[in-house]
T-cell receptor, first 112, second 109 residues
């Protein structure tokens, strides 16, 4: 158990809908990272938050947004969903210093 | 800027043989690097990291990696592969924690 919790584990929704994925980091970790993993694109970095503030943005679509709350949990919002958004979405958390990141088990999103 | 490259999409090795999964880096500043492993339907798990110190880094599950500054490489190695080592392996820079497609390691019995 990595200590990082992602909910839900599975999500099936229709095109055009909006979903929210949730990530609870390890206790005390201030950084949260979001990733999208698909067979053809690999593990793509989406966004990084540190203590509530956005630190870096990767290949995140405008239809997607994220935030980190004062209790440090984070949410990834995906809207106007398309079939191509079907993927595994991971979050990871990291503490300070030269520490490694710990990953959640992911949310598998299927858009039908 | 920091980036890594894994030149092989897949590595095949027989059980009991040594394995190497390659990673090269391009960084400005300190080349802090990580290796992660992903088993099917699981999240990534940390294997080992290079920050400073010895160029040979030992990690989990018998894996080790050699940092080579002259060749800008950080290859993952294991002296004797197990079928259970079959998984997707990722190299990543510490600062950005960006990954690519990784390298699929397949160990045959």
């Amino acid at each position: 158990d990595s200590g990082v919790t992602q909910t839900p584990k599975h999500l099936i929704t229709a095109t055009g809908q909006r979903v929210t994925l949730r990530c609870s980091p390890r206790s005390g970790d201030l950084s949260v990272y979001w990733y999208q993993q698909s067979l053809d694109q690999g593990l793509q970095f989406l966004i990084h938050y540190y203590n509530g503030e956005e630190r870096a943005k990767g290949n995140i679509l405008e239809r997607f947004s994220a935030q980190q709350f004062p209790d440090l949990h984070s949410e990834l919002n995906l809207s106007s969903l398309e079939l191509g958004d079907s993927a595994l979405y991971f979050c990871a958390s990291r503490g300070g210093g030269n520490t490694e990141a710990f990953f959640g088990q992911g949310t598998r999103l299927t858009v039908v | 800027a920091q980036s890594v490259a894994q030149p092989e999409d897949q590595v095949n090795v027989a059980e009991g043989n040594p394995l190497t999964v390659k990673c090269t880096y391009s960084v400005s500043g300190n080349p802090y690097l990580f290796w992660y492993v992903q088993y099917p339907n699981r999240g990534l798990q940390f294997l080992l990291k290079y920050i400073t110190g010895d160029n040979l880094v030992k990690g989990s599950y018998g894996f080790e990696a050699e940092f080579n500054k002259s060749q800008t490489s950080f290859h993952l190695k294991k002296p004797s592969a197990l079928v259970s080592d079959s998984a997707l392996y990722f190299c990543a820079p510490y600062s950005t924690l960006t990954f690519g497609k990784g390298t699929m390691l397949l160990v045959s019995p």
